[in-house]
């Protein structure tokens, strides 16, 4: 319950005056002379990233070339995953083993989902799977760019078009954004939930291009 407790809450405590700052008309925190009533030592902040400088900085460099790489088109954070996944669904369904290729993703991920299992049967709360599938699993959260959250609720653009149109149009993958969805990522979240003994609907893919993943129950 106290991971449920973190993963939904946090980064939204809110109140009280940035740090550093003592109060409406008082000096800054380390400016108070001994006997002033204010603090002789400054008080210090994180960012939360100490002793990991090098790894932000690399990170931060490979954001910057991949989103400087405009050519043949314009790469986006995803594509590395979103051109592993498509590689990997085009040779599911050419084999005729699409089906199977979602059970075996779903088999991979059974850790995690039957931890999220025993936190929702702890807790009753429901919504611990739709943040396990999202917020809590980088292969989701670094797939869906523009994850929105809401209680029971997660919406994101279907992840696949900007790369698939160039690839289909190339000859790479003969797949479409429905047919994607169809075979690969709705069964996939479905099976994900299945494991977690929770109930969701998974929509079609929007005119907005916009795929929402709902509570059912």
Known sequence: MA???QAIGEGTRAGGPPPGVAGAGGPPSGTGRPGAGGPAVMEG???GFEGREEMLGRAVAVALRTLKDTVPYQHEMNDALVKMHLNSVQFAKNKGLSAEYVS???KTMMPMLMRMKGIIEKSGNKEVALIGMFERTPC???L???LEVVPGRRSFTFPYTHVLDIARRIGQFDLTDEELHEI???PRLLGYAEVMGVKIDVS???PDRKVTV???E
């Open 104 to 106: 075996h993703d779903v």
């Open 144 to 146: 869906c760019l523009d």
């Open 214 to 216: 709902s509570l059912a």
């Open 45 to 47: 902040t994180s960012s």
């Open 140 to 142: 989701l959260y670094q």
């Open 3 to 5: 991971e449920t407790a």
């Open 204 to 206: 079609d893919i929007g």
């Open 184 to 186: 690969w990522l709705r």
